[in-house]
């Protein structure tokens, strides 16, 4: 089993950063992708960013627009993402998931909020 844990969410102004972190337990996430989705209230969960064991593979989904950046480092079990420029349209609660299998997101964390105001 692996738990993860989310935290360095926040209220942030409009054209702000933040640095989110997902630090993982209980087993080693060296071998698993990982992806960052979020949640606004009142819409589904969608996807934001991927970035596959090593690092050397990533993608986002097309909102970022070169704003994010996810990271990994395996050797501290931990994922991050780098949000710069924010918009008040980036508030969500923000999940870290864990991927054994291609498409199959086993693990969640319980999720960060983000708060940007204009």
């Known amino acids: 089993q692996v738990q993860l844990v989310e935290t360095g969410g926040g209220l942030v102004q409009a054209g702000g950063s933040l640095r989110l972190s997902c630090a993982a337990s209980g087993r080693t996430i060296s071998t698993y992708t990982m992806a960052w989705f979020r949640q606004a209230p009142g819409k589904e969960r969608e996807f934001v960013a991927w970035?596959?064991?090593?690092?050397?593979?990533?993608s986002y989904a097309a909102f970022v627009q070169g704003r994010f950046t996810i990271s990994r480092d395996n050797a501290k079990n931990t994922v991050y993402l780098q949000m710069n420029s924010l918009k008040p349209e980036d508030t969500a609660v923000y999940y870290c998931?864990?991927?054994?299998?291609?498409?199959?997101?086993?693990?969640w964390g319980q999720g960060t909020q983000v708060t940007v105001s204009s």
């Open positions: 970035i596959n064991w090593s690092g050397g593979r990533r």
């Open positions: 998931a864990a991927s054994e299998d291609p498409g199959k997101w086993s693990y």
